[in-house]
């Protein structure tokens, strides 16, 4: 059967060793992937399906794939912390982001969760403080999803607290220290219906966030945190793995009702 699919220059490979250890490149002509375990021509790898398995010269053999979103955010190049594949698959159901959803996303960080987002199909207008992380973001972006992404992605250097310019907005999601300093302004920007998501570390700011959305015009507010755990199966050997990944964050959100 014909590969419909072949690797080509541009694309981001995945090349994970005998160890499960996992590395990401982006494919050029004439390019090496290098470590040491020797090297890898990309050459090698450019015109050839996934799923095969290639050697380095120095005789380490490496499965051969495109890296799934999850991957991707594991591996992203980073100025800020991102939001882990565990809670961004939640978001994405929470705040039931489809296509064509207009919604304002801040702080955007290093661009994990816009990531996810557009690739759901969502228009994204970013709000980001820091010129760094918005350029970060935007590379992050293309890199994933290339440059047609961006034509649903814009990131302005501006402070979510003090204001929102966009009305009518879907959805909103917040991932910033203050989260509850947003949601006066997320009230007018948002249509009824809409939903407000905020993303936040500690139940402090979880708690500060539901007093926030008490005081205003939301309902069906819930707070909630995603625990992952995976098990070892070997045969009949078959017990839950000593480490898991526990508290990352806590996921609050809510609708946003008529006046």
């Given at each position: 059967?014909?590969d419909d699919r072949p ?145 649903r992605y814009r990131v ?104």
């Open positions: 059967m014909a690797l080509r220059a541009g694309d981001l490979a995945l090349l994970i060793d005998r160890k499960d250890r996992r590395y990401t490149v982006q494919l050029e002509a004439g390019g090496e992937f290098h470590s040491h375990s020797g090297l890898v021509r990309h050459d090698e790898l450019i015109g050839g399906p996934e799923g095969r398995r290639v050697r380095s010269s120095g005789g380490a053999e490496y499965t051969v794939l495109r890296p799934t979103l999850g991957d991707f955010v594991l591996k992203m190049p980073r100025g800020a912390q991102v939001i882990y594949p565990k809670d961004l698959a939640p978001i994405l159901m929470l705040a039931d982001i489809g296509a064509g959803d207009r919604v304002l996303e801040s702080g955007v960080g290093s661009g994990a969760l816009s990531t996810a987002l557009l690739r759901a199909g969502a228009d994204i207008v970013g709000y980001e403080i820091r010129e760094d992380f918005a350029a970060r973001a935007v590379t992050n972006v293309e890199r994933f999803l290339g440059s047609t992404a961006l034509e302005e250097i501006r402070d979510c607290y003090e204001g929102i310019s966009e009305s009518s907005l879907d959805k909103v999601v917040l991932d910033l220290a203050e989260p509850w300093r947003v949601i006066p302004h997320a009230t007018g920007a948002m249509r009824p219906g809409g939903i407000i998501l905020a993303y936040t570390p500690s139940i402090h700011q979880a708690s500060q966030v539901r007093e926030a959305l008490s005081q205003a015009p939301f309902g069906l507010a819930e707070t909630l945190e995603v625990l992952y755990r995976t098990w070892h199966i070997e045969g009949q050997a078959v017990r839950p793995d000593h480490r898991m990944v526990g508290h990352t964050g806590f996921l609050t959100h809510a609708r946003r009702l008529a006046d």
